[in-house]
């Protein structure tokens, strides 16, 4: 079991930036690729960002490219995701997820999962 907790969310101007943070418990944290993904109203949840167990590795959805960064600190069990040039399309409830296995976008591949933070965007 891996508990996934967030933090950071909350209500920004179009442009800014926050930094997200999910901090873990349980199993063994370096041994879990790790993910953000976000669900809008009446949207299906989606895939934002992924890293490996090591974070040597990283991959993005296209929509967040060059805005978001998503790290990981294994000596302290917390994932990060640093975002910057918020658009009002950014708007979602954000999750953290982790992965036992190779990392993906795919949300199937992800066993855990937190309970997600706020980010409103305004314009």
């Known amino acids: 079991q891996v508990q996934l907790v967030e933090s950071g969310g909350g209500l920004v101007q179009a442009g800014g930036s926050l930094r997200l943070s999910c901090a873990a418990s349980g199993r063994t944290f370096s041994s879990f690729a790790m993910a953000w993904f976000r669900q809008a109203p009446g949207k299906e949840r989606e895939f934002v960002a992924g890293?490996?167990?090591?974070?040597?590795?990283?991959w993005d959805a296209d929509s967040v490219a060059g805005r978001f960064t998503i790290s990981r600190d294994n000596t302290k069990n917390i994932l990060y995701l640093q975002m910057d040039s918020l658009k009002p399309e950014d708007t979602a409830i954000y999750y953290c997820?982790?992965?036992?296995?190779?990392?993906?976008?795919?949300?199937?591949?992800?066993?855990?999962w937190g309970q997600g933070t706020q980010v409103t965007v305004s314009s």
């Open positions: 997820a982790a992965a036992p296995t190779i990392g993906s976008t795919r949300k199937g591949v992800y066993d855990y």
């Open positions: 890293i490996d167990y090591e974070g040597t590795r990283t």
